[in-house]
């Protein structure tokens, strides 16, 4: 079946370089994608969205980008720190077909101080 | 900054017990969602909920489990017969907007259930 997907199950940084976490799907019809971190006991926390018809769209110290041509999504976070530190899960929709989110398995980064 | 809340934090009980879940979304959110997450695993969706009925369910969401918004404020989900494989942790989410508006979800911090 579809399924969203990630490439790396960990990630781990420097203090301050930029990070990139991957991530695949392979639902043609999503065109809603959400970027989630989830530390250590809590539930997700929303970082960034996109919509399908953009291909970048940047945030506070994050940006996440859409290629829609190889089904691909990344987020990037400019200068890491020690906070970053956590699970982070992309997330896909196909906002006019239903509400439901369909979550990727997650990628821990781990940032080095 | 508005928080939606989850009650209890951990929840144990026994093989065939009901056990409620209780979410207190934010106050002007108009959806609402349960998530399940069983340890080590990915988040999964559950229900959404809008004007007092259900929008969505997945596979999961058998007849083993049923939401209620009994008050305005409070957001349940009911196990009616908890099975081993209940065992995870459960989210609570809410948004302002729904399909096709802004997505953002406020999660709750979360119910573990252990079923022994």
């Known amino acids: 079946g579809e399924s969203v997907g990630l490439h790396l199950p960990t990630l781990s940084v420097q203090e301050g370089d930029n990070s990139i976490i991957n991530c695949a799907y392979s639902n043609s019809a999503s065109d809603y994608f959400i970027w989630y971190k989830q530390e250590s006991g809590k539930g997700p926390q929303f970082i960034i969205d996109?919509?399908?018809?953009?291909d970048k769209r940047q945030g506070q110290r994050v940006t996440v980008l859409l290629n829609k041509t190889v089904k691909h999504l990344s987020l990037q976070i400019a200068a890491t720190q020690p906070g970053d530190s956590a699970v982070y899960f992309c997330a896909e929709n196909a906002l006019y077909n239903n509400n439901d989110m369909r979550f990727g398995a997650g990628t821990r980064l781990t940032v080095k101080p | 900054e508005p928080e939606v809340t989850q009650t209890p934090s951990h929840q144990v009980t026994q093989m065939g017990q009901e056990v409620i879940l209780r979410c207190v979304p934010i106050s002007n959110h108009l959806y609402f969602y349960w998530y399940r997450q069983i340890l080590g695993q990915k988040v999964e969706f559950l229900v959404s909920f809008y004007n007092n009925e259900i929008s969505e369910k997945s596979e999961i969401f058998d007849d083993q489990f049923s939401v209620e918004r009994p008050d305005g404020s409070n957001f349940t989900l009911k196990i009616r017969s908890t099975k081993l494989e209940d065992s995870a942790m459960y989210f609570c989410?809410?948004?302002?907007?729904?399909?096709?508006?802004?997505?953002?979800?406020?999660f709750g911090p979360g119910t573990r259930l252990t079923v022994t």
């Open positions: 996109i919509r399908s018809n953009m």
């Open positions: 989410a809410s948004t302002a907007s729904g399909r096709g508006g802004s997505y953002e979800q406020y």
